[in-house]
């Protein structure tokens, strides 16, 4: 009998597959519907981007945009210099331009240039992770086609819609013409700086060769420059230049163009530039051109291709016949073949305009502009800001009398000594007043001014007149030992000249666009840094450097107007800074590296300013510097600083801030008629002294 099986009465076991079935078929069929959605969705994807390119290839990419001359214009209305327009761009072919140019250039700008079709997927990934992992956009993605497409077409603008053209562009620029043809038309129409467009023109202007001549130093150095021109131009900054050229050097070696022998070699490469400036690069006012450039740029942000090509006008405050008359004398004043330089800035003091600039003797062979050089020690034409604030502190009048005689000053709480001397140890061994220390520049009488008011109420002063280089509360600040620019010091003293009121300086008017629409307008920042009334009285103290006894009487004669002023010499540099009521100018004369100056050298700064001032201003009437309210003039002893009256052996006429003129007299009063002066400054005449002045300054 068989026996009965074990596994009866056990249930059965489901197959796997159904159950597999049941429990995801139903996302399964979600998915499929998903699927089938994305599908569809790449598929439309796909259909637009084939209408798109087969749409783009049909069309013609845009006429490339014609540069348009863009000009500076003088204060007259007339054209000083046009920016480069295009005119110093040479096209090349591609084989004419030498392999390391091309190398150089598709390492540090685009180095999978032939491996992508317009974008650089990997370089934009690449670029998102840098930029990520630093906080900052230190890396673009940008290929060479989409620069081409930009400087071609499109403007700088960072706009989507600008971005959505250059994507069609680049992808035009990429269907219409081979690798090379794109490589070819970028490497001549981008921007080398200083008005050089192509590398052809650059090859020539920096070295004086063709592109095809350039070596591997000279091409990685080239191929550094369109990033910044103004921060990488060797003219301008060799130390950028040199970094830029060495990090160029290290992306062709990671590239394996070249090998760490060549590229060692060329980064220690001396190379040969050509001088900047030559042909039409020097021109008239080169030095005032330059600082446009710099003010559009840097300062208002203007584009420089804007600049370069947009057809823009700029409206300047150049005054031309100034500027020919600054240029003139300071040709006329050094000799050619000294090495000395010099450097000249004339301010409307009124409204700030910039009339003149002289940067240096010969834009041809250095464009550094001295005007604005920060390193040259003012001497004593730093005074006027000392005296300033002597008479706003109270303590001290123009009849303020010091020793002038060797004098050991003590300071810092009695640690720290500070002994001044004289120009040439030469002392008076007497009482002098302020009238007299300031002609004469008198050091000592200097330093016990500093110590009366202090140091730091000095700076402060100097600061509200536009002094902004650096400057350290100690004794010999008096005597002028902290660098300040001629820009500084012409912008300064105006404030003397413009009764008290501080005229920011102006270079540009206004800029206008190719349509004449406005794109900038300046407005003047003017404030009354100082009184009317102090700014006259430091006037009248300085017109007496220009009269006997005073450091610049030996070029009084030269100028037949009122004019008041400070000299300044130290063993290095040698200043006049003055002003009419209409023109601020500082003139400074000396050597680049610091080299002393003989006597002879130290007085070229005077003349050459006496002869620019009467000579720019020789179609305008002589004018006074008008005596505002608060000021009181009265005859005063010199001897004794008393109000001199009739029997005093000695008067002089000397103006005061209103209350601080002497109350102690000198002599007995005149009799009726005998010309005694009363505190309006008028004397028997019923004249002022303005009247005495006047007619001085007619007859001389």
């Not at 001359?69 to 090349?92: C, K, P, W, Y």
């Not at 022998?261 to 039409?280: H, K, P």
């Not at 600054?326 to 910039?354: C, W």
């Not at 002028?480 to 005229?503: K, L």
């Amino acid at each position: 009998m068989k026996k009965s099986s074990n596994r009866q009465g056990k249930p059965r076991r489901q197959p796997a597959i159904p159950y597999i079935t049941e429990r995801f078929l139903p996302h399964v069929l979600k998915m499929k519907r998903w699927l089938r959605w994305s599908i569809a969705a790449f598929t439309l994807f796909l259909l637009i981007m084939a209408g798109t390119l087969i749409y783009l290839r049909t069309q013609s990419l845009p006429v490339t945009a014609i540069s348009q001359t863009s000009q500076m214009i003088d204060l007259q209305g007339n054209v000083i210099d046009t920016f480069h327009a295009g005119e110093n761009r040479r096209s090349v072919q591609l084989s004419d331009i030498s392999h390391y140019v091309i190398e150089a250039t598709l390492a540090i700008e685009d180095r999978r240039f032939y491996d992508h079709r317009g974008f650089d997927v990997k370089g934009m990934a690449r670029a998102v992770m840098v930029n990520v992992q630093s906080f900052s956009a230190r890396q673009g993605a940008s290929t060479l086609t989409q620069q081409l497409a930009r400087n071609l077409y499109l403007t700088h603008e960072r706009t989507w819609q600008r971005k959505m053209k250059e994507a069609m562009y680049t992808v035009q620029l990429e269907m219409s013409y081979s690798k090379d043809e794109i490589l070819g038309m970028y490497l001549n129409q981008i921007y080398y700086g200083h008005g050089s467009y192509g590398i052809e023109a650059a090859a020539m202007m920096y070295f004086n060769k063709h592109a095809s001549e350039l070596s591997l130093a000279e091409s990685a150095m080239l191929a550094g420059i369109p990033k910044g021109p103004k921060y990488y131009s060797p003219y301008l900054n060799m130390k950028n230049a040199k970094d830029r050229q060495l990090t160029i050097l290290q992306a062709m070696l990671e590239g394996g163009s070249i090998t760490s022998e060549q590229a060692d070699a060329a980064y220690a490469e001396v190379l040969d530039f050509q001088t900047l400036g030559s042909g039409s690069q020097e021109g008239f006012a080169p030095y005032f051109r330059d600082y446009i450039r710099y003010i559009a740029v840097d300062k208002l942000g203007i584009d420089e291709h804007l600049l370069n090509e947009g057809g823009i006008t700029i409206y300047t405050t150049l005054d031309p016949e100034a500027q020919a008359t600054a240029e003139e004398v300071i040709a006329e004043g050094i000799p050619e073949s000294s090495e000395q330089q010099a450097a000249l800035i004339a301010i409307d003091p009124r409204n700030g305009y910039i009339k003149a600039m002289v940067g240096g003797r010969n834009y041809k062979q250095n464009q550094y502009n001295r005007v604005f050089a920060k390193t040259r020690q003012p001497g004593s034409s730093f005074k006027p800001f000392l005296y300033l604030t002597a008479l706003q502190s109270g303590f001290m009048s123009p009849v303020t009398r010091y020793m002038s005689e060797p004098t050991v000053f003590t300071y810092d709480e009695g640690r720290k000594t500070y002994e001044p001397h004289n120009y040439g140890d030469k002392y008076l061994n007497e009482l002098i007043d302020m009238r007299k220390a300031l002609a004469s520049s008198d050091n000592i009488y200097a330093v016990n001014t500093i110590m009366t008011v202090g140091a730091d109420k000095v700076i402060e002063t100097a600061r509200k007149l536009g002094i902004d280089s650096p400057m350290q509360p100690v004794p010999s600040l008096a005597l002028g030992t902290f660098p300040v620019s001629p820009f500084e010091m012409a912008s300064a003293f105006g404030t003397f000249a413009n009764g008290g009121i501080h005229a920011e300086p102006i270079a540009i008017i206004r800029i206008e666009d190719r349509k004449g629409q406005v794109l900038y307008e300046a407005k003047q920042q003017a404030e009354q840094a100082v009184t009317a009334a102090e700014a006259y009285v430091m006037t009248s103290l300085m017109e007496s450097v220009f009269e006997e006894g005073g450091t610049a009487f030996r070029v009084s004669s030269m100028i037949k107007r009122p004019v008041a002023g400070k000299t300044g010499t130290t063993p290095t540099d040698a200043w006049l800074v003055g002003y009419t009521p209409e023109l601020a100018t500082a003139v400074w004369v000396g050597y680049d590296k610091d080299r002393k100056l003989t006597v002879a050298e130290a007085y070229r700064a005077a003349p050459i300013f006496a002869k620019f001032t009467e000579q720019a201003l020789a179609a305008i009437p002589p004018k006074i510097f008008p005596i505002p309210e608060g000021v009181v003039s009265v005859y005063i002893d010199p001897t004794s600083g008393k109000l001199a009256e009739g029997s005093c052996p000695n008067r002089r006429l000397e103006a005061f801030l209103s209350g601080t003129e002497p109350t102690e007299v000198c002599g007995e009063p005149a009799a009726a008629g005998e010309g005694g002066a009363d505190k309006d400054g008028k004397n028997g005449t019923g004249k002022g002294s303005w009247w005495s002045d006047l007619k001085r300054w007619w007859t001389d």
